[in-house]
């Protein structure tokens, strides 16, 4: 199988050779490119009511483009000439989308096709990198934290949350909870000579454990999104979202999000969105860039500290910013509009791969530094496990037949401070028994 062609735009990073299109329009767009002699596959997906065109020949259809009278003549018919973005180098796939919109708008009174891109998404981390991970690296741990459960052991009981992530580790404290196809985890013992994996590897195993954490008695459903390093695409994320409508599944915990060039949701995660928020609550954190003013670092112009991660920016998402033990905003939580709860998010303890990961020891060194291999424990920071926090926190409040989710969310934000939205410090502490039952 060929390498995904992956583009990067401004601030966003999505695959070169891809259009999403409404099914209803799929007909008109795939026309329009076979007559610039595009060789296209087309999956569609009647759930999400989208088509994902892949185009093999894409350079071949530019070439066709910029020497196709037909557009031209179309264009100039209407005032309109073909459009040259200005100022940077642009993708193919940028240019051509530029120049389909300005010619069906010239067709038909402006009206254009929907159509839009099947875009890079990945777990929510910080610096120097925004995307894969959490705050800086894992620390290894000793489970102490882990063991002691703000709840009672039946929290949560007869509560589905899906986690849509990396692939979670068969860890012993998490064994029990799953319910997930063979490939969304993996065993705890890895096979000898498969080598250390990458600590984003973790990422699904250390979000799950909070939630179990916050509610012992909650069945977890995984959907594995990401790959080891903790990316993956938009069209298989919102399609593993759609097959949860219906599915009696209550809570979706999105530790994992994207950025947009022009900063507007992105057609795909909206359209699972749409389709999942009557039944569902999403729960995304809502990023690690809310100190990026601090961090100048050429890779990341364009982000600023209130840039919208997608799909925590959404109006039917629940966004998660992190706050440290005592109640305080962490610096990397955006302070924006958007965000709806505030969470224990910085260095916080869950359940992680084996001892043999590659990790940093603590810094006290300790028993938790050995290198046998053992259930793995973790501490890490950022708004990813922030998010699981509130998503452990809903189950726990859940009661099936009796309070749902929705419910047991606004009863949550009754009952907690929210730090969002730039509040001052001197709030009253937030622990980490705010989020209980």
């Given at each position: ?57 894409i350079r071949t259809v530019m070439d066709a483009l910029a020497d196709d009278a037909r557009t031209a003549e179309a264009l100039a018919q209407c005032g309109a000439e073909f459009p040259e973005p200005q100022g940077r180098n642009i993708a193919n796939l940028d240019r051509l989308l530029r120049a389909l919109r300005a010619l069906f708008a010239c067709r038909y009174a402006r ?327």
């Open positions: 199988m060929a390498e995904p062609k992956y583009e990067d735009g401004r601030v966003e990073r999505f695959r070169g050779d891809q259009l999403v299109v409404a099914l209803p329009h799929l007909d008109l767009v795939r026309g329009e490119l076979t007559r610039l002699r595009a060789q296209l596959q087309t999956e569609s997906d009647a759930v999400l009511g989208l088509a994902l065109i892949t185009i093999d020949n009206w254009t096709p929907t159509m839009g891109k099947n875009r890079v998404v990945g777990s929510v981390k910080g610096f120097p990198h925004l995307g894969g991970g959490g705050v800086g690296d894992p620390l290894k741990s000793n489970g102490s934290q882990f063991a002691a459960s703000p709840n009672e052991p039946d929290s949560g009981r007869g509560v589905r949350v899906a986690v849509l992530d990396t692939a979670v580790a068969a860890h012993p404290d998490l064994v029990g909870h799953f319910l997930a196809a063979p490939d969304a985890f993996f065993p705890f013992e890895r096979p000898p000579g498969e080598g250390t994996p990458p600590s984003t590897l973790g990422h699904g195993t250390f979000a799950t454990g909070l939630i179990v954490r916050r509610a012992p008695g909650v069945a977890v459903e995984l959907h594995r999104i990401l790959d080891r390093d903790a990316i993956g695409e938009a069209w298989s994320a919102a399609k593993e979202m759609a097959r949860l409508a219906g599915s009696g599944v209550e809570i979706l915990n999105m530790s994992c999000g994207l950025m947009t060039d022009d900063n507007k949701e992105p057609l795909v995660l909206a359209r699972a969105v749409e389709l999942l928020s009557p039944d569902v609550v999403i729960v995304a954190a809502a990023g690690n860039h809310g100190d990026i003013d601090r961090h100048p670092n050429s890779e990341l112009e364009g982000i600023e500290a209130v840039t919208p991660i997608w799909p925590a920016a959404m109006n039917d998402v629940v966004a998660v910013d992190a706050a440290d033990d005592t109640g305080r905003l962490a610096d990397f939580s955006p302070r924006a509009p958007w965000v709806t709860l505030v969470a224990p998010g910085v260095k916080v303890e869950s359940t992680f791969l084996d001892d043999a990961t590659n990790l940093q020891p603590p810094p006290d060194g300790g028993a938790a530094a050995q290198s046998q291999r053992r259930p793995g424990f973790a501490r890490w920071s950022g708004t990813s496990f922030a998010a699981a926090n509130v998503s452990g926190a809903i189950a726990a409040r859940t009661r099936p037949g009796h309070k749902s989710a929705r419910e047991a969310l606004e009863d949550l934000k009754r009952s907690s401070p929210n730090l969002a939205g730039g509040a001052d410090d001197g709030v009253r502490p937030f622990t980490l028994d705010d989020l209980g039952s």
